[in-house]
């Protein structure tokens, strides 16, 4: 089990750096809101979770922990002090090449340390470890995003080697019996707290549609007026549309030859047949309203995407941007996993019986 | 005359590279506030004036003039629109090498054209551009110390090669007899459009200090209680040493074993001997009402400085920051040139009969 | 049916007015915070809605009616342009006796209509009209003590006639066996929207403390570090104590000889046996973390409180505070309706196919 | 003396009063901006200075003393803590009619004890009191019509007994030979400490307008464009005209059919002979600029005001509202006094020499 771990940390380890390489020092420095964390901080985050939860507990420390801790603590209020979220922009030093020297030296040194052997819960600690790094992978992405399009020039972060297909398969609705479902993580291999405990919920039947929300679909909304009905939002939303100035997605900007988006690619014309993407939960639910339908309910989603194989578009592919649904598609819910995070009509709150961990 | 020019131009514009070769590619993008324009920002602003005002005129514009017009411009609203001020410290690209290129681009095409020979209506505009740049020098610095001072690191940005001397004169008060007397630039050499015109101005007698209030000076007055004492403030300034929390100068921390203060040389213990530097307006008005004195006006130190030898330490030093009084001075009112900005009690407005140019 | 509506109409009408009575004109314009309205703004903006969805659709409309649409008007959007509600304190014009008189106008004429005999969807519509109204006299006294709050001099608002009983019965817990149970509103009398429709939902077995949580077990919290700890808090709870320095319920006071609120009856010391009131969801859950508990969901308090009789202390007892639980309690679970508002760990989201009327 | 005294102090104690009866309880307790104290405030904060400075060093203290001092003390930091200054407005107890017996007691004491003989330096107390008042009495007009104008219904704060004389004399320029003149209070009867020393000052000579602009002259500005044209405004003031989207003077409307402004007599249309009121300092200075002129600097005012007769349209009038320039005016320069203040090109600082009393 620690060769096959092992190697998953290698792989995991690695992805991070393959993200960052095409960056410059100071793409990866900059931090352009609160929640836009930079490129380097994520680095520097990851490998600080590992020296904390599982070379410390063994008593390994490097020379420059108590700084770095400092730095690149996150949300570990117990932890100790911490560096303030929204500066973390302005932390020049230690540069990149200290920070990568850094990772590597953690990754020696767990690489070591697990070709001792560990014990169950150590490797546990490396796996929650793991985890933890392909969120920070997704976040990295989202707010090298954020961070470079602030940039006039739309300047592109990586180079695009092919066109994502753009054909999709015609959508439709796929019905759910509902009825007493049970749902959360079954406790077979690895889950956050947060998907616990599994437990019975009450649904009426109901349907899904079995696409994503198209851009097309929402430049049909957009170009119906969907922006300037009140009718269509919500109280809270339709004072952010107006206070923010809305119009269309973030990122988007329209042209006299159409609409383009800011992209890890730089400023590409807006693609009809991928999935939309950078709407907040106000946008999604006027859609909804607009589209004569409604968001489901997390419960409604994760009984639908329970019977589903896990199949999708990744960062692993390295198409940084959401693709259209594919033809050959296996599954009657399409595009539930990868490409986007979707919506649903429910806030974020704990199951029943949860227990932090 | 053109050769002179092209000498000085040269020298000039290299001592802006020197300032910045120490520093990484992030220390030179990052921008901590609204007012702490990036170092890179700085580099290539200086280089825009010239492509706008030397270069563009004949001309000679590069490809990438627009996109660095509209992100390296400034305060002239004239030229068009520009970036806005408060987020310089997002543009990552283009990188340092680019615009280190654009500077020698810019150099070469100057160069090539003051060899040419040029009238005099020019060689002003160079002249003018030239004290244009080593004002943001001397920003550079200032915006670098406060960039940078945001880290709790306390990083150095310079090495100190030599420690500065740290024997000071004693010092005394020096007497003027006032009257009428004239001020403003005599029109012999360079001069900003706001040193003009002469104009004719009537003084009481007065008395300034022969030295610079020192370090040793200020914590006089903050160990006898100056920051908590609201009869010492103007009413604006005591709302602020509260709202703000002031307690001593800006970069000043004390520990147990004494004052220290952020520099460009990283965290260092305070020069007793040396003037004391980054307090406000309010600090120097609430120090002279402690100290039993008053702030000069503009038109009295404008006066005595006219009477002294232009002496003093300068950046072209290579230490940058503030020395102690020269035990060797020349001049009866030492330390007016270099080292620091005084502070008088006049608010900035225009001398009359003022056109801007 | 019409004469029983018009009783209760001109019962409940008098009663905003009898709120109003003891406080002066200043009293009743002023407003502290966006959230916090004007009590003259609540007396016209609930006459203006007998105005404008009663009267006007039967062609009776006042010479005044447009001014008074624009500025009483609230979150009813689709009716037309209204007056920020941040600026409602500012409207001294029309003055106090003005909006009475106003008040009177709409009363009598809604009077002759309802002495005209009225259809049953007119009823309804009155009926909405006043627990629209009843809904206003709860804000209208929150709004009046914040908005009174602000004064150092802690004025009372109203006199209290009686001392309310201090005995409270010895709390336990009471089990709920949960299961597949029925929510949402039957249909029978009243009910808002947002109170329909009625599904189905499944609950494990509960259990719900049969009292309140009193100010002495809220005292036994705070004298425990229960503002200090960070463990107890969910993350943006902690980051709200420390920004707003919490550390008492909202207008609590702490003096040498103990704990005082302010209150509409001005500064009283803290009553042991009273439900503690003024404390937001963050401080609720805290609580019940410390108390090693957990907040209800809203399913379990409803399906409790379904079974349990509407008894309570309501506003028409005249004592504008709420009091310790009734030592003749018929209710295995006391206080459940009356004295205060209770925090659930629900969010506060639509019912399965709820549908705005 | 003691008697002239006492009757100028009934007569400038009574106008305030007469300048507050026509306005609500309510109109004079909201306060719109921090700037703009309540006018009930005014009414306390003028009585207060008496019993603070004239009274209490006479061991004349009212029961409510203390909680007076602290909510009516202004700018008086040494005199202890005092109330915010933002939140003015939430102070509804004391109630107007508490505030009116607050005044009569202080009148009553103050009068007593002038009966009594008083000596030259308690003269002085009551006649700094007295100039005090009458300069609240100017703000608590200013911040009325503050006040009042954020309600959309325009109110009318008094009654227009009679219109202003529309005749303005044909205005030229007045010529001043400059040189050495002496400017500052003479000694001779009340002067405000910041109103001494009286000094030299060395003028070149400069010519005044010898009317006011007028609100005609204003509209031509705005109609040649004058809020459009970056040249015209220092760049602080044009990023304010931009921010603030200023198009006219404060409270200026234009409808269909003309300018219009609100006014303490309601909404009025402009008077064009009127000097134009309620413009910054920035749009001065634009407007001096447009007209080919510019603002003069406060030495060269006061130089020439010197030499005029004190005459003018002020508050005991009655009309409170700036009226055109007499037809028989006597001077050569006209409403130099009375109707408006006027901009300078000058900072408001200290004349050299002063000392704070």
């Given at each position: 089990?620690?060769?096959?771990?092992?190697?998953?940390?290698?792989?995991?380890?690695?992805?991070?750096?393959?993200?960052?390489?095409?960056?410059?020092?100071?793409?990866?420095?900059?931090?352009?809101?609160?929640?836009?964390?930079?490129?380097?901080?994520?680095?520097?985050?990851?490998?600080?979770?590992?020296?904390?939860?599982?070379?410390?507990?063994?008593?390994k420390i490097f020379a420059e922990s108590e700084n770095y801790r400092y730095l690149?603590?996150?949300?570990?209020?117990?932890?100790?002090?911490?560096?303030?979220?929204?500066?973390?922009?302005?932390?020049?030093?230690?540069?990149?090449?200290?920070?990568?020297?850094?990772?590597?030296?953690?990754?020696?040194?767990?690489?070591?340390?697990?070709?001792?052997?560990?014990?169950?819960?150590?490797?546990?600690?490396?796996?929650?470890?793991?985890?933890?790094?392909?969120?920070?992978?997704?976040?990295?992405?989202?707010?090298?995003?954020?961070?470079?399009?602030?940039?006039?020039?739309?300047?592109?972060?990586?180079?695009?080697?092919?066109?994502?297909?753009?054909?999709?398969?015609?959508?439709?609705?796929?019905?759910?019996?509902?009825?007493?479902?049970?749902?959360?993580?079954?406790?077979?291999?690895?889950?956050?707290?947060?998907?616990?405990?599994?437990?019975?919920?009450?649904?009426?039947?109901?349907?899904?549609?079995?696409?994503?929300?198209?851009?097309?679909?929402?430049?049909?909304?957009?170009?119906?007026?969907?922006?300037?009905?009140?009718?269509?939002?919500?109280?809270?939303?339709?004072?952010?549309?107006?206070?923010?100035?809305?119009?269309?997605?973030?990122?988007?900007?329209?042209?006299?030859?159409?609409?383009?988006?800011?992209?890890?690619?730089?400023?590409?014309?807006?693609?009809?047949?991928?999935?939309?993407?950078?709407?907040?939960?106000?946008?999604?639910?006027?859609?909804?309203?607009?589209?004569?339908?409604?968001?489901?309910?997390?419960?409604?989603?994760?009984?639908?995407?329970?019977?589903?194989?896990?199949?999708?578009?990744?960062?692993?592919?390295?198409?940084?941007?959401?693709?259209?649904?594919?033809?050959?598609?296996?599954?009657?819910?399409?595009?539930?996993?990868?490409?986007?995070?979707?919506?649903?009509?429910?806030?974020?709150?704990?199951?029943?019986?949860?227990?932090?961990?």
């Amino acid at each position: 089990m620690s060769q096959q771990l092992a190697a998953r940390f290698l792989s995991v380890r690695r992805q991070s750096e393959t993200l960052a390489k095409p960056l410059s020092e100071a793409d990866l420095t900059i931090q352009a809101a609160e929640f836009a964390s930079p490129g380097k901080w994520h680095l520097a985050h990851t490998s600080w979770f590992f020296e904390e939860f599982v070379l410390r507990p063994v008593g390994k420390i490097f020379a420059e922990s108590e700084n770095y801790r400092y730095l690149f603590n996150s949300y570990y209020e117990a932890i100790g002090q911490r560096h303030p979220r929204a500066i973390r922009g302005l932390i020049t030093r230690p540069g990149l090449n200290e920070v990568l020297a850094y990772r590597h030296r953690i990754d020696e040194a767990v690489n070591n340390w697990l070709e001792k052997g560990i014990s169950p819960e150590q490797a546990a600690i490396i796996e929650l470890g793991l985890h933890h790094e392909q969120q920070h992978q997704e976040l990295f992405l989202t707010d090298i995003l954020y961070n470079l399009a602030q940039n006039p020039l739309y300047p592109a972060c990586y180079s695009l080697k092919q066109e994502p297909i753009a054909k999709t398969e015609v959508a439709g609705m796929v019905a759910f019996s509902g009825g007493l479902q049970q749902i959360g993580h079954t406790g077979v291999g690895f889950g956050y707290d947060n998907e616990f405990p599994q437990h019975k919920v009450y649904l009426e039947p109901y349907r899904l549609a079995s696409n994503l929300v198209t851009n097309a679909d929402w430049i049909a909304f957009i170009e119906d007026g969907g922006y300037e009905n009140p009718l269509l939002w919500l109280s809270d939303g339709w004072t952010t549309v107006q206070q923010e100035g809305w119009r269309m997605p973030l990122y988007w900007v329209k042209r006299n030859d159409g609409y383009f988006s800011m992209t890890l690619y730089g400023l590409l014309p807006i693609g009809m047949a991928a999935p939309v993407t950078h709407v907040s939960y106000f946008e999604a639910d006027a859609y909804a309203r607009w589209a004569g339908k409604r968001l489901p309910t997390e419960m409604e989603w994760e009984v639908a995407a329970g019977k589903q194989p896990i199949h999708g578009h990744f960062a692993d592919s390295g198409i940084y941007m959401p693709v259209p649904s594919n033809a050959e598609a296996r599954e009657s819910l399409r595009q539930l996993y990868g490409s986007v995070w979707e919506w649903t009509a429910s806030p974020y709150v704990a199951y029943p019986g949860f227990k932090p961990s």
